[in-house]
Nanobody, 120 residues
């Protein structure tokens, strides 16, 4: 089995910063693409950013220039540095990972989510 554990969410004032982390653990052979999604109350889950194993990145237009995704392949961990946060960034943030397990079975896994609240 594989687990994704997120951390780093919380309450921050508008204009502030937070750094989310998501570590994959378990019977992992290799982790390919990793990403961050978010879901605000009453809205669909949306892609925030993703990153390939080689480091190529993709961002939602709403976060370009403010958020930075990165990863540490040795630690099977993905990060999301969020700067200049706005009230509309408030959501539950989920990480996901495309994982090949030791048994060579490939599957997408999701974290449990971490709350980000932007409010004065």
């Amino acid at each position: 089995q594989v687990q994704l554990v997120e951390s780093g969410g919380g309450l921050v004032q508008p204009g502030g910063s937070l750094r989310l982390s998501c570590a994959a653990s378990g019977s992992i052979f290799r982790v390919y693409a990793m990403g961050w999604y978010r879901q605000a109350p009453g809205k669909e889950r949306e892609l925030v950013a993703n990153i390939t194993r080689g480091g190529s990145t993709n961002y939602a237009d709403s976060v370009k220039g403010r958020f930075t995704i990165s990863r540490d392949n040795a630690k099977n961990t993905v990060y999301l540095q969020m700067n200049s946060l706005k009230p509309e960034d408030k959501a539950v943030y989920y990480c996901d990972a495309d994982v090949v397990q030791l048994a060579m079975f490939r599957k997408e896994y999701w974290g449990q989510g971490t709350q980000v609240t932007v409010s004065s």
